[in-house]
């Protein structure tokens, strides 16, 4: 008999297209974007990390207890790539609705991925 | 006539399995590696934060210029999730073996993703 699998993580591959490129520029909105969803998720905060790139972009972390959200931006194709990693039973679909809004995506392509398949 | 698209990022989505439990619980070992990584694909760190759960496991991210790389371990089951994401012209393939050497993965699962379709 065949053995059932599970996952440990979830990860969302979240593609924003066509946001406003002002949206996409500062770090700082970036990152309360990033913590808001976090929140959302009622995922606990250990960290952040965000950057600017020359001449524009962003690059972020939150590192949260239950894994981590990264973001990278390029202003210029008005297009924003984002991960959520979560192990554990946080809200993500509450996290996702809160970014898209946030990012005003008028395009968006998601996938969950499952990480770490274990006999049960 | 269809318009030709383009990848803006390369996701390397790795998953190891059967590691020894000891060299997937202590932060600072991890981040030696992940770092080590790095440098074999010639990327530029930015930063790195690792920390370590309770009662074990590890959780750390990369910051490199060209985007990131992220780990997280359950040693309980032998088992770390590795995300490498990156603009610009990396040697990838330099850095997965670094870490598949170093985590001495006697199994593992490799996808990349491209991310960012845009037009060129």
Chains 1, 2 share one sequence.
Not at 22 to 43: I, Q, S, T, V, Y
Not at 50 to 68: K, L, M, N, R, T
Not at 94 to 102: E, F, M
Request: hydrophobic share 45%; with cysteine; charged share 20%.
């Amino acid at each position: 008999m065949s053995t059932p699998l599970r996952a440990l993580g979830r990860h969302i591959i979240l593609e924003l297209y066509d946001c406003p490129e002002e949206l996409l520029k500062h770090p700082a909105e970036a990152e309360r974007f990033l913590l808001a969803a976090a929140a959302e998720m009622k995922a606990t905060v250990v960290g952040s990390n965000f950057h600017a790139f020359s001449p524009y972009g962003v690059s972020g972390v939150v590192i949260i207890q239950e894994s981590h959200l990264t973001i990278h931006t390029w202003p210029e194709h008005r297009y924003a790539a984002i991960d959520i990693f979560t192990c554990g039973p946080l809200e993500l679909e509450a996290g996702i609705t809160s970014l898209l809004s946030a990012f005003q995506a008028k395009r968006h392509w998601l996938r969950e991925l499952e990480r770490g398949l274990v006999e049960d």
